[in-house]
């Protein structure tokens, strides 16, 4: 059976890292200011390859990016829509 396409399949994780630097998104958590983050994957797991379309490995069917800290664990989340519209204009630039 074929996997089923979905809105944010072109998303990588370098597009999740290029928005935040685009927007000046912070790379500390709010929590423990420590820097870097892993992005929850299913069923449970971090994304490694940047090159790796997020949805091969993330649910994001609601829409949400979820990333934890790799020092306190703190969870953020980020609509993936906005860093979708973003990349998308990048690409029309």
């Not at 994780?13 to 994957?41: I, K, R, Y």
Request: aromatic share 10%.
């Amino acid at each position: 059976m074929a996997r089923e396409t979905h809105l944010y399949d072109s998303l990588l994780l370098n597009d999740v890292v290029g928005f935040f630097e685009s927007a000046g998104v912070s790379h500390h958590c709010p929590f423990c200011e420590q820097e870097g983050w892993h992005m929850l994957t299913k069923p449970s797991g971090i994304l490694s390859q940047n090159q790796e379309s997020i949805t091969e490995h993330a649910d994001v069917k609601d829409g949400l990016i979820k990333l934890t800290c790799k020092n306190c664990g703190y969870i953020r989340f980020q609509d993936a829509l906005i860093v979708f519209k973003w990349k998308k204009a990048q690409n029309n630039v």
